[in-house]
């Protein structure tokens, strides 16, 4: 998996609750994702055009178990790579198959509007405006594929397992 | 090399010798638990097989009783599948409901050396019952129930050496407080908990600090097992457990002391519970509109009787709501057998049924614009408790109740002596 696309960035402790507010949770998952930083960047979720990438801090995703990294996937953001990311937070990437990449420096590397190049597999990121790459750290292995494999749920469809998806309610 | 409690677990869990920090292991899980959100129409899958039903745990705790259509339609979905498997440990709405964690402590639902998943963020409670509890995402529920096993990644430990006694009115809130105020989070690594101190703190106190390890963003929290732990469990349950403890050459990333004996109240200011901790008094005078007693951490029957010790014969200040919140329907009737909520509704407190509620900005307290809360519960995080303008700050239940009774954050050893 390769991206290329504008940057967005965001600081250190990105909480799950700045991502997918309670006053969400009974949305469609189209309409939570317009939801995105409602708190803290209004107005923000509506900027993001499809395949975008999210530069974040130390700790990203921290809070609760919700499905905020489906937000960010339904948003139409392709990818996120930050400082570091919380661990319940990194779960829910691979659960939903949104790739994220912890990069040491990649907070200092960026500036908003610049362009990055990524190579999820090998977890190579270039900021293309400024000719400049960063190595970061690659997912296990078993976690990689659970990604390819486009996460927890067409994985157990595929193995007849749960119910094939309805129309949301 | 010596293992941690969390690397222990993990190694028998998932069938190796050892497990170091940086492993990812599959592992058997022993006890998967489902509340209302998981059967929410936008995320419930229907699962057409399950691993084992008695493995399994339900109950519907954070929109209770439902407030909307949909909190509603995710409850008859969750009673369909509780039928369909045969369900048998099932907390519906009634005499045996409560918040998943304190569930686990009031049945005994957590042993020693299991492991235990929920995917609510605070399922580290559970750890104070010398076990790996962790929150995870609903679909690792879902592939759990299913599959019976799940993955982690062991991350380094950090350990807490509790030590001396806690002085009045001084609460392991306090103490969680000092910790995260002083050591921030603990991301990707494990806390453990252990040392003289802990012999000194009830159970509901220890599930206190573990439930609030989340707020330390660490992968697991556990406790050293005593007496008082394994005659807990086995009041609640028959099974046989064995407790864990660290080999004596574990490898810590740290090992931290706490004094108990030298701790003070503290408030956490809005917006981050970690790394924002002040001693009560540089808070003081902070005018409140909503008091909070609640949450997994701190509804417990000690947070709602040490609520009552302090407003006893006195009244809640005008323009202040003081919700009080029993973890489960068997904290409030046993907090209610101890004339507890009795002397909390003569305060002029209002009770609310056992819920996850307006910790979490649901329903029954959630704030206004520009309205400013102090609670006892678990986070404080902008917007968390309602609108993106109000203002919650974090304290003990002790801090919580004085401060109801004043109309601003207040220390609450003035009444407590």
Redesign the interface.
């Known amino acids: 998996m390769h991206f290329k696309a504008r940057v967005w960035i965001v600081g250190d402790?990105i909480?799950t609750?700045?991502i997918l507010?309670?006053?969400a949770?009974?949305?469609?998952?189209e309409e939570?994702a317009q939801y995105v930083f409602?708190?803290?960047r209004p107005g923000w979720a509506q900027q993001v055009r499809p395949g975008d990438i999210l530069i974040g801090g130390?700790?990203f995703g921290?809070?609760?178990?919700?499905?905020a990294?489906r937000s960010l996937k339904t948003l139409g953001l392709s990818c996120l790579i930050a400082e570091?990311l919380?661990?319940?937070f990194l779960?829910?990437c691979v659960?939903?198959a949104f790739p994220a990449l912890e990069c040491p420096g990649v907070h200092a590397a960026f500036t908003e509007g610049e362009v990055a190049a990524v190579e999820f597999d090998t977890a190579q990121v270039r900021n293309v405006t400024r000719g400049t790459t960063l190595q970061g750290k690659p997912l296990?292995a078993?976690?990689m594929a659970l990604v390819h494999a486009g996460?927890?749920?067409p994985l157990?469809e595929r193995e007849?397992?749960?119910?094939p998806?309805r129309q949301?309610? | 090399m010596g293992m941690t409690i969390a690397e222990k677990i993990l190694a028998a869990k998932s069938g190796r010798k050892t497990v170091a920090p940086g492993d990812v292991v599959t592992v058997d899980v022993d006890t998967v638990i489902l509340f209302d959100n998981n059967f929410m129409p936008n995320n419930w899958r229907e699962i057409l097989q399950v691993a084992d039903p008695a493995k399994i745990v339900v109950t519907f705790d954070h929109r209770v009783p439902a407030p909307t259509q949909q909190a509603a339609a995710a409850q008859v979905t969750g009673r369909a599948f509780v039928r369909k498997f045969g369900i048998k440990r099932f907390h519906d709405v009634g005499h045996n409901q409560g918040i998943s964690h304190q569930l686990v402590a009031d049945y005994g639902y957590a042993l020693p050396g299991s492991v235990l998943l929920c995917s609510d963020s605070h399922t580290c409670s559970a750890g104070v019952f010398n076990c790996l509890a962790r929150g995870v995402g609903g679909p690792d529920i879902i592939y759990a129930a299913i599959k019976g096993q799940t993955w982690f990644r062991c991350g380094e430990t950090v350990r807490y050496e509790l030590g001396g006694t806690l002085p009045a009115a001084v609460t392991a809130k306090d103490a969680f407080l000092q910790i995260a105020g002083v050591h921030g989070d603990h991301a990707t690594m494990n806390v453990e908990y252990g040392g003289p101190g802990v012999a000194g703190l009830s159970i509901n106190a220890r599930k206190t600090l573990t439930a609030m390890s989340a707020e330390l963003s660490a992968e697991f929290a556990t406790f050293e097992a005593d007496a008082a732990l394994e005659q807990w469990i086995r009041a609640r349950n028959p099974a046989p457990f064995m407790s864990v403890r660290p080999d004596g050459n574990a490898q810590y990333h740290a090992v931290r002391q706490v004094d108990l004996a030298a701790l003070e109240p503290l408030v956490a200011l809005p917006d981050s519970v970690v790394n924002n901790s002040q001693p009560v008094g540089r808070a003081a005078g902070t005018r409140i509109d909503q008091a909070y007693v609640g949450s997994c951490a701190n509804g417990t029957q000690d947070d709602i009787e040490l609520a009552a010790r302090v407003v006893r014969g006195r009244r809640v200040a005008p323009g202040v709501r003081f919700i009080v919140v029993p973890a489960s329907q068997t904290v409030y009737r046993d907090t209610v057998a101890s004339g507890a909520v009795q002397t909390l509704l003569e305060a002029g407190a209002m009770i609310a049924p056992p819920t996850c509620g307006a910790c979490g900005g649901g329903h029954m307290g959630v704030l206004g614009p520009e309205e400013v809360c102090l609670t006892s519960s678990t986070r404080n995080f902008k917007g968390r408790m309602g609108d993106p303008s109000s203002r919650v700050y974090m304290a003990s239940p002790a801090t919580v109740a004085a401060s109801a009774l004043t109309g601003v954050i207040t220390d609450p050893r003035e009444f407590l002596n």
């Open positions: 402790n909480n609750d700045l507010p309670n006053k949770f009974y949305l469609t998952h939570q409602h708190a803290n130390r700790n921290m809070g609760s178990s919700r499905a990294a570091s919380n661990g319940l779960r829910n659960n939903f296990p078993p976690l996460g927890v749920y157990l007849g397992l749960i119910a998806k949301q309610a």
